[in-house]
């Protein structure tokens, strides 16, 4: 693979030719938001933070799905891709409960951090709470889909990097949702390896005793599948 060479808000980069703009533009040090973007996961181009301008192309680009291609110039600081950002964040902010500071992923939630970045969206979107009861039966992992914003990262992460498929995206009531793969996480065949925990950006799917935290001391780690479970063979 050879290398390409492309502009992005004024900074001449040179990136390899199968990274995105998204991934060049990180790799150095230029910040677009991004949300349904997994470093690990095929792009979807779904939660449009991404959206940057691409000179010659009409509207905006998902700069985590667009290629990179040679001489290309790109404005992550445009004006209508700005607007398509704060429009992106209010429609996640329409269902997601905003009370931040009671949910056990406050300090660390993604959405939370990429609306600040994003600034005041204005919440101009009438809130519709989803009335989703969390569902505590496993005793590893809390399932509280009221904040799902459907990213789909979990699900992806079951399927590409776990190829099981325990979740799965699925219309409830008319409204899309993520949902087990089945009655129980135990009969959708899920290994309990943590990817979807992992890489969930809110608050919607936890651990319950901090079995995935990697920060936590490694006698707390119950680990009955982390060191054991073929599962893991590609955590990154
Ligand atoms: Fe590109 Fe979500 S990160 S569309």
Redesign the pocket.
């Given at each position: 693979m050879g290398t390409v060479q492309l502009t992005i808000d004024g900074y001449k980069i040179e990136a390899d030719e199968s990274k995105t703009v998204?991934e060049a533009a990180l790799d150095n040090g230029i910040y677009i938001p991004?949300?349904?973007?997994h470093e690990n996961l095929h792009?979807n181009?779904?939660?449009?933070?991404?959206v940057v301008k691409q000179d010659g192309v009409d509207g905006v680009i998902?700069?985590?799905?667009t290629k990179v291609k040679e001489g290309m110039v790109i404005h992550t600081k445009d004006e209508q891709a700005e607007a398509i950002r704060k429009l992106s964040c209010d429609f996640m902010f329409k269902t997601h409960p905003t009370e931040c500071t009671g949910c056990p992923k406050y300090g660390k939630c993604q959405l939370a951090s990429i609306s600040q970045y994003v600034g005041d969206t204005g919440r101009d979107l009438r809130y519709c709470q989803i009335r989703v009861t969390a569902d505590e039966s496993n005793p590893l992992m809390l399932h509280e889909m009221h904040r799902c914003i459907l990213c789909g990262r979990c699900v992806r992460a079951c399927n590409e990097m776990r190829g099981v498929g325990a979740l799965k995206f699925e219309k409830v009531d008319g409204r899309m949702r993520v949902v087990i793969n089945g009655d129980s996480l135990e009969e959708a065949g899920c290994r309990f390896c943590g990817a979807c925990v992992e890489v969930c950006p809110t608050g919607s799917i936890r651990d319950k005793v901090g079995v995935f935290d990697d920060n936590l001391p490694k006698e707390r780690a119950l680990v009955p599948c982390r060191e054991a479970c073929p599962a893991h063979v590609n955590v990154p």
């Amino acid at each position: 693979m050879g290398t390409v060479q492309l502009t992005i808000d004024g900074y001449k980069i040179e990136a390899d030719e199968s990274k995105t703009v998204l991934e060049a533009a990180l790799d150095n040090g230029i910040y677009i938001p991004h949300l349904c973007h997994h470093e690990n996961l095929h792009p979807n181009g779904g939660c449009r933070l991404c959206v940057v301008k691409q000179d010659g192309v009409d509207g905006v680009i998902t700069s985590c799905s667009t290629k990179v291609k040679e001489g290309m110039v790109i404005h992550t600081k445009d004006e209508q891709a700005e607007a398509i950002r704060k429009l992106s964040c209010d429609f996640m902010f329409k269902t997601h409960p905003t009370e931040c500071t009671g949910c056990p992923k406050y300090g660390k939630c993604q959405l939370a951090s990429i609306s600040q970045y994003v600034g005041d969206t204005g919440r101009d979107l009438r809130y519709c709470q989803i009335r989703v009861t969390a569902d505590e039966s496993n005793p590893l992992m809390l399932h509280e889909m009221h904040r799902c914003i459907l990213c789909g990262r979990c699900v992806r992460a079951c399927n590409e990097m776990r190829g099981v498929g325990a979740l799965k995206f699925e219309k409830v009531d008319g409204r899309m949702r993520v949902v087990i793969n089945g009655d129980s996480l135990e009969e959708a065949g899920c290994r309990f390896c943590g990817a979807c925990v992992e890489v969930c950006p809110t608050g919607s799917i936890r651990d319950k005793v901090g079995v995935f935290d990697d920060n936590l001391p490694k006698e707390r780690a119950l680990v009955p599948c982390r060191e054991a479970c073929p599962a893991h063979v590609n955590v990154p």
